[in-house]
T-cell receptor, first 115, second 110 residues
Framework: DSGVTQTPKHLITATGQRVTLRCSPRSGDLSVYWYQQSLDQGLQFLIQYYNGEERAKGNILERFSAQQFPDLHSELNLSSLELGDSALYFC??????????????FGPGTRLTVL | GQQVMQIPQYQHVQEGEDFTTYCNSSTTLSNIQWYKQRPGGHPVFLIQLVKSGEVKKQKRLTFQFGEAKKNSSLHITATQTTDVGTYFCAAETSGSRLTFGEGTQLTVNP
């Protein structure tokens, strides 16, 4: 158990719909990262928040948005869903914004299926 | 953007054989991290290498960072079925974001 929690574990929805994925970081971690992992694919970085502020942005689609709240939990919002958005979405947290010795701890992931 | 290339993509071995995965970057890296993802699981941090030429061992796993800090390798001696999973290298690029390699999926036949 990494200490990072993600809800829900599974999500099945239809094209065109909107969903929200939730992540609670490890106690004391200020950074939250979101990754997308498609079937048999690597980890695609979406976005990072540090202490409530957006820190870094990857190849995140305009249909996707995220935020980190004052209690440091984060939400990833996916809208106008397409079949290709079906994937595992991981949240990770780390103590710092970056730099050396700042390993990331991953949550169990949310498996999104768009039908 | 900066890419981290990892090879091979797949590796099938017999239990007891050795396994190596390689990670390469076109630019000098400040450090490199390695993660393991078991089938159906999430990535788990294994180790971080920081110094040029650094070698670290964890039981049967040996991690190396190249002298030029552009490449790294993970070697597993005498694989066991518990080693099954996908091994990812990851490097810090563009500030604080981690760029992951594509991963090497290891299967071990008993």
């Amino acid at each position: 158990d990494s200490g990072v929690t993600q809800t829900p574990k599974h999500l099945i929805t239809a094209t065109g719909q909107r969903v929200t994925l939730r992540c609670s970081p490890r106690s004391g971690d200020l950074s939250v990262y979101w990754y997308q992992q498609s079937l048999d694919q690597g980890l695609q970085f979406l976005i990072q928040y540090y202490n409530g502020e957006e820190r870094a942005k990857g190849n995140i689609l305009e249909r996707f948005s995220a935020q980190q709240f004052p209690d440091l939990h984060s939400e990833l919002n996916l809208s106008s869903l397409e079949l290709g958005d079906s994937a595992l979405y991981f949240c990770a947290s780390s103590r710092l914004a970056g730099g050396t010795y700042n390993e990331q701890f991953f949550g169990p992931g949310t498996r999104l299926t768009v039908l | 953007g900066q890419q981290v290339m990892q090879i091979p993509q797949y590796q099938h071995v017999q239990e007891g054989e050795d396994f190596t995965t390689y990670c390469n970057s076109s630019t000098t890296l400040s450090n490199i991290q390695w993660y393991k993802q078991r089938p159906g699981g999430h990535p788990v941090f294994l180790i971080q290498l920081v110094k040029s030429g650094e070698v670290k061992k964890q039981k049967r796993l040996t991690f190396q960072f190249g002298e030029a800090k552009k490449n790294s390798s993970l070697h597993i001696t005498a694989t066991q079925t518990t080693d099954v999973g996908t091994y990812f290298c990851a490097a810090e690029t563009s500030g604080s974001r981690l760029t992951f390699g594509e991963g090497t999926q290891l299967t071990v036949n008993p």
